[in-house]
């Protein structure tokens, strides 16, 4: 069983930048890709970004890429997602989701076993 909780969303400018954090618990923190969703209001929720359990590969969204940046500490069981030149349009609740996936399944939700409460993110114009 793994929990998984999030931290440092808020309430930012246009072209401002935030890091998310999400703790792990449980001693297998590094067995488990990790991944980064979100889901603004009305609307499915959407695959952001995703590493694997050593960190050494990671995969994003185009809508993200060269603007976001996922990475882990296995020592401290979190993984982080540095937000920069965030746009309006990056309003969401953010969730971060463990699992013991092929990297084939990284976009996939619905493949993940464990999730966060989520934390707003609100990017103001």
């Known amino acids: 069983q793994v929990q998984l909780v999030e931290s440092g969303g808020g309430l930012v400018q246009a072209g401002g930048s935030l890091r998310l954090s999400c703790a792990a618990s449980?001693?297998?923190?590094?067995?488990?890709?990790m991944g980064w969703f979100r889901q603004a209001p009305g609307k499915e929720r959407e695959f952001v970004a995703a590493i694997s359990g050593s960190g050494g590969r990671t995969y994003y969204a185009d809508s993200v890429k060269g603007r976001f940046t996922i990475s882990r500490d296995n020592a401290k069981n979190t993984v982080y997602l540095q937000m920069n030149s965030l746009k309006p349009e990056d309003t969401a609740v953010y969730y971060c989701a463990a699992g013991a996936i092929s990297s084939s399944w990284w976009t996939r939700d619905y493949k993940y076993d464990y999730w966060g409460q989520g934390t707003q993110v609100t990017v103001s114009s």
């Open positions: 449980g001693r297998t923190f590094s067995s488990y890709n």
